[in-house]
Antibody
């Protein structure tokens, strides 16, 4: 079965960096785009970044553009999120999720599998 | 960016009730609309994709409808385990993927 396991969260001071990782198993990893989605305490879901199946295309939310970098290692079935210049606004649970692109009955991209999340707390 | 507006933000209903949650997009998104369920401390779970298709393993009491700008998620007969927050998400114009703010459903 599909399994996504995030790691790397913790407490970090403002302005510092942190690297999150997501280990994938149970599916053909190099066939799927992968996303990071975050959720601040008591808040809703916020999309963060996406990387294409082969790593050639990446996109970011405006709130993290220029500070966060998504990457993947298809030889190890891993996706990473390098977060620089962290601020308290980045405090959240970060989820790794798998993208499924559907064309029938209608075109949509949905997030059909999610990890359990890893908590990042930015605090001095 | 396309904005997604959910209503209500919260509701309380009894076991066996029929419950409907609505989601409105700021512009037409055709049928590129998905619904998720999230229980406290857990990851979101995909319920409905492409506005009306039931994800594998999801109980048939859940259904989705709509196209264009107006969508709804209906639970035909509410069960205790349906207590959760529900989110809609559009994928018509990406990036960014955008979510609604969520609807918290409480069982009376």
């Amino acid at each position: 079965q599909v399994q996504l396991v995030e790691s790397g969260g913790g407490v970090v001071q403002p302005g510092r960096s942190l690297r999150l990782s997501c280990a994938a198993s149970g599916f053909t990893f190099n066939s799927y785009d992968m996303h990071w989605v975050r959720q601040a305490p008591g808040r809703g879901l916020e999309w963060v970044a996406v990387i294409s199946y082969d790593g050639s295309n990446k996109d970011y939310a405006d709130s993290v553009k220029g500070r966060f970098t998504i990457s993947r290692d298809n030889s190890k079935n891993m996706v990473h999120l390098l977060m620089n210049s962290l601020s308290s606004e980045d405090t959240a649970v970060y989820f790794c999720s798998r993208s499924d692109i559907v064309v029938v009955p209608a075109a949509t991209e949905c997030l059909d599998s999610w990890g359990q999340g890893t908590l990042v707390t930015v605090s001095s | 960016d396309i904005q997604m507006t959910q209503s209500p933000s919260s509701l309380s209903a009894s076991v066996g009730d029929r419950v409907t949650i609505t989601c409105r997009a700021s512009q037409s998104i055709r049928s590129s609309l998905n619904w998720y369920q999230q229980k406290p401390g857990k990851a979101p779970k995909l319920l409905i994709y492409a506005a009306s298709s039931l994800q594998s393993g999801v109980p048939s009491r859940f259904s989705g409808s709509g196209s264009g700008t107006d969508f709804s998620l209906t639970i035909s007969s509410l069960q205790p385990e349906d207590s959760a927050t529900y989110y809609c998400q559009q994928s018509y114009s990406i990036p960014p993927i955008t979510f609604g703010l969520g609807t918290r459903l409480e069982i009376k």
